[in-house]
Nanobody
């Protein structure tokens, strides 16, 4: 299984970016998809997640600005980021909990850099 993330970049404060992450391989089903941000301390903090059934969860700092969505048929998760702030800067990683071998396991994509200038 491989996860390919894209959509990061440099944007001014108040701008928008859309991240996407697609899983490929022998995927039987997906349980949860999510995005994490890694900051200067290298800790990955949850930004947003979505279950197969569409239940979402957001970090308090992004509520009302970010929207996570998923396309289960395409094994893809999106993160629409609006009203970006400098503190949103970091490396964004996608994670999917999916079944590719008869049991659920978590898989990480490569990070994509998001830089918000003030």
């Amino acid at each position: 299984v491989q996860l390919q993330a894209s959509g990061g970049g440099l944007v001014q404060a108040g701008g928008s970016l859309r991240l996407s992450c697609t899983a490929s391989g022998n995927i039987r089903s997906i349980n949860t998809m999510g995005w994490y941000r890694q900051g200067p301390t290298n800790q990955r903090d949850l930004v947003a997640s979505i279950t197969y059934g569409g239940k979402t969860n957001y970090a308090d700092s992004v509520k009302g600005r970010f929207t996570i969505s998923g396309d289960n048929a395409k094994n893809t998760v999106y993160l629409q980021m609006n009203s970006l702030k400098p503190e949103d800067t970091g490396v964004y990683f996608c994670k999917q909990i999916l079944d590719a071998a008869g049991y659920y396991a978590q898989y990480w994509g490569q990070g994509t850099q998001v830089t918000v200038s003030s």
